[in-house]
């Protein structure tokens, strides 16, 4: 009997597609990939954003294809996602709201910047303070913009095109929020 069970776990293991299915970062499960819209995303990479010596939130970023490129991941045509899972205690919105305004001053000249300011005022309204294990995704959607959710809860959409690659900048630009969390969102390990 034991021989069979063993015989019939090997079986099972043969028959398995072969990859990963989810990646552990910090405790925190990422799926490899994810459905938006009618397009299946492959994780491009995660990583840690760390503040001092504080881990903040596991970043993943979502693409229809992987990329090592940082320009290549912003400029990608088709939808997208950044998903934030938090570690810390709790992030307050203005923490968040400060995050994203540094992000993006830092990441562009101050004429883009001057331009993505509306977008901005109206992004930042969408925010509250979260806490540990609340996860934020920001999703691009094609013809529809960004869309900001908490838990799973929709607060919100940016219309148009031009926001999202400017929001990716904060991770992936010349300047990021944190540059380990810029090599693990573009699967540099």
């Known amino acids: 009997m034991n021989v069979r069970i063993k015989y019939v776990s090997l079986l099972l293991l043969l028959f398995l597609p072969i990859g990963v299915y989810a990646q552990d970062v910090a405790g925190v499960t990422v799926p490899e990939q994810v459905k938006l819209t009618d397009t299946t995303l492959k994780l491009n990479g995660a990583g840690i954003r760390s503040k001092l010596f504080f881990d903040i939130y596991v970043g993943a970023l979502y693409l229809p294809e992987k990329t090592t490129?940082?320009?290549?991941?912003?400029?990608?045509?088709?939808?997208?996602?950044?998903l934030m899972h938090f570690l810390y205690k709790e992030v307050s919105r203005e923490n968040l709201i400060d995050g994203w305004n540094d992000g993006l001053q830092?990441?562009?000249?101050?004429?883009?910047?001057?331009?993505?300011?509306?977008?901005l005022e109206t992004?930042?309204?969408?925010?509250?303070?979260?806490?540990?294990?609340?996860?934020?995704?920001?999703?691009?959607?094609?013809?529809?913009g960004t869309r900001v959710s908490i838990n799973d809860q929709i607060m919100g959409n940016i219309p148009g095109e031009e926001f999202y690659p400017a929001l990716l900048r904060v991770w992936l630009g010349k300047k990021p929020a944190d540059s380990d969390l810029k090599k693990g969102m573009l699967g540099d390990k």
């Open 69 to 82: 490129d940082a320009e290549s991941a912003i400029n990608m045509p088709g939808p997208k996602r950044v």
């Open 106 to 119: 830092n990441n562009h000249s101050s004429e883009q910047f001057k331009v993505l300011e509306t977008k």
């Open 123 to 144: 992004f930042n309204q969408l925010f509250v303070t979260v806490k540990r294990s609340d996860h934020i995704t920001l999703d691009y959607l094609p013809g529809i």
